[in-house]
């Protein structure tokens, strides 16, 4: 490197030797990052309605509420029987009128308490039922398997959608001397129709919840409405498989669900299980809405699975699981096909 002495005379020239490397051409210049990826549909509606019913209160947390809500029922009770009795004291007639509500608000409440006990019940009875049919296969316990036949046929007694099945078991029951044919027998006549009524379920859940995070494009609309059809979709497939949940019930069979879901790892789904069933290469086309709607119609699918598999009161040996692309196909597959053209 070189430069005048003068450096007050003029302007300065410096003049930059060979450093050995050439400038970049534009060919040899970074890709510019591709952020379409991180658009992509991921299924932010149902992956937030499985996550918070999945999450697990902090034993302090349920401490406080139960706390809370005892405190509070003290405190309404001790109000309500001084404003009573005061009442009486002041009015006697009217005193006595208030007093009668209040005893038929109390006599009401202890109604609602004994159907969510019953509700608890009969999911407990479900539960029970899969646990020894479980066993009765392992064992090939022939035996345990009439004593679960016997049941099932008491659980489903009453039912007119069961009649024919019914029916058909008390026939054939007595010609099958293994505990896996006995079970196969029950599963096939019994439990066949309501599998296809709990699919259909399954399948009008999914296509609401695509419906809506496609075409409502409000904040927080579409987690609502996710999290009201898995809850309503959860709920009757519990009544088709005789354990009718009431609220609490319909919550604590709910958060078993999302539970297994998150644990397992199938509460994501992508483009790799969606391009096969509705068209290669097709869900990276459609609008962000559309795809997202897509997603979480999927996901309330497998929920629906799952849902199935925790009510259902047998396991699947002779009758064949619902598939989640078979479901995922005949809840959106007409949708798509009408979005597509």
């Not at 809370?68 to 109000?79: C, F, H, M, N, Q």
């Not at 919840?209 to 996710?226: E, K, M, S, Y």
């Not at 997603?295 to 598939?323: D, H, M, Q, W, Y």
Request: hydrophobic letters at 45%; one cysteine or more; a neutral charge.
């Amino acid at each position: 490197m070189s430069a005048p002495k003068d450096t007050k005379s003029g302007p300065v020239l410096i003049e930059l030797e060979d450093q050995g490397t050439a400038a970049p051409s534009p060919s040899e210049a970074p890709p510019v990052p591709d952020t379409a990826t991180d658009l992509s549909p991921r299924g932010q509606a149902m992956t937030t309605v499985a996550t918070l019913a999945a999450r697990q209160p902090s034993a302090l947390a349920r401490w406080f509420w139960r706390l809370l809500l005892a405190l509070l029922g003290t405190v309404i009770s001790i109000a309500a029987w001084n404003y009573a009795t005061g009442l009486i004291a002041a009015n006697p007639l009217l005193g006595w009128a208030v007093t009668g509500l209040i005893g038929l608000f109390v006599w009401v409440c202890a109604l609602i308490a004994i159907k969510e006990l019953a509700a608890f019940h009969r999911l407990s009875r479900i539960d029970s039922l899969h646990r020894a049919a479980d066993t009765a296969l392992a064992d090939e316990d022939l035996e345990g398997a009439r004593r679960v036949t016997e049941q099932l046929l008491t659980l489903y007694r009453g039912r007119d959608d069961t009649r024919w099945g019914r029916a058909r078991l008390q026939e054939r029951k007595g010609e099958i001397f293994d505990a896996s044919g006995l079970l196969g027998l029950a599963e096939t006549e019994l439990l066949a129709p309501l599998d296809m009524a709990a699919e259909r379920e399954v399948e009008a859940a999914a296509r609401q919840v695509a419906t809506v995070t496609a075409l409502v494009p409000l904040a927080l609309a579409d987690v609502f409405a996710a999290l009201t059809a898995n809850l309503r979709m959860i709920r009757r497939i519990a009544e088709i498989y005789g354990g009718r949940s009431g609220t609490l019930g319909s919550w604590r069979l709910t958060r078993a669900v999302m539970t297994h879901l998150v644990a397992t790892g199938a509460v994501a789904v992508g483009d790799d299980m969606l391009e096969p069933i509705l068209g290669g290469g097709l869900i990276g086309k459609l609008s962000r809405r559309f795809g997202e709607g897509l997603v979480n119609g999927s996901l309330t699918a497998r929920v629906g699975v799952a849902a199935i598999e925790v009510c259902r009161p047998l396991p699947f040996t002779t009758a064949e699981k619902p598939s989640v692309r078979r479901l995922i196909r005949q809840a959106l597959g007409g949708l798509f096909s009408s979005e597509k053209t």
